[in-house]
């Protein structure tokens, strides 16, 4: 007798020992709860006797066997499911039904893997955020999942023909899907947790989509999050490389230009932007020899000398005429209202020509 036809959910049960095979490590029971490789979905896991189950077959006579880690000598048996393992393979299994009820196309074949699961339907290409959206506004409904036994040559209303005869199990979703089928299913939709379409693939002319339900989607999703996280810090990080380099490579270059302006004259007046890169032309330009060098923009100067004290010398100015700012021996600066009374300060410095 197979348990999990009627109740998925059952995580224990007690059993006879009908048969033995492989010194007691293949095992045979009267009734059992374990779920054999079958439909697409792998074996459930657990313990007989606390003895691991390793495998689960389903035999071409009918009957299942259990592959056991050592052997087994007991006549009866409490058998125990993984059930972590049991019920993520119902919500992908589950899972799968839904999806096949809700693509169009007919499903040709399903795999229902460790890590990932996938369907195989007859179409080129598909839209798979509406896909998605579909199935998972389904799982919000919380359509309740239903098990019955019905005659294969009178059951209606099937996704798929079955080339079975005689008595076929069915799982029907309500109002969404009837399907025959010996696997394992949870109770209602709302149980399947989230459905995650990863992607698409070419197969045989046909289209195969990859897929993740539950658990499984809900660690998709984080190790997504923890993957873009890590991308997005190395990206961040590398433009704060970047930008490093790309600052003492302007340094460097406000270097050379400094020298080079103080070759040329020991006093120079430039205007331009008044920012670090040109803080570091003046500076560069003292280290030259003697000499005084004045920037200025619209509103502001830049006085630079190794020969008078610049912040005495360009305060006072900047007072004079409406403006402000100040600064050490070398270097000083400041703004102004305007670019007549830039020049009047620049004038008043002993520098009269924009150079």
Known sequence: MRLYYDNAYATSFEAHVTATADEGRRVYLDQTAFYPTSGG??????????????????????????????????????????????????????????????IPQPTLSVHLGLELSTIDVEADKLDLTAIEDRANAAVFANHPLAVSYEDAATATGLRKATGRTGTIRIVTIDGLDRSACGGTHVRATGEIGPILLRKTEKMRGNLRIHFLCGHRALRALRADHAQHGAAVAQLTEAAREADKRAAKLALELAAYQGRELYAQSPRQRLAGPIDESTRAVANAFLTAGPGRILFTSQNAVLFASNQVHAGNELKPLLAAHGGRGGGSANLAQGSLPDAAAVEAVAVALGFPVVG
């Open 41 to 102: 979905q792998l074996h459930d896991l657990g313990t007989l006797n606390e003895v691991p189950v390793v495998d689960v077959i389903d035999e071409d006579d009918g009957r299942i066997a259990h592959v056991l880690a050592a052997p087994l000598t007991a006549e009866t048996v409490h058998g125990r499911i993984d059930w972590p393992r049991r019920f993520d393979f119902m919500q992908q299994h589950s899972g799968q039904h839904l999806l096949s009820a809700v």
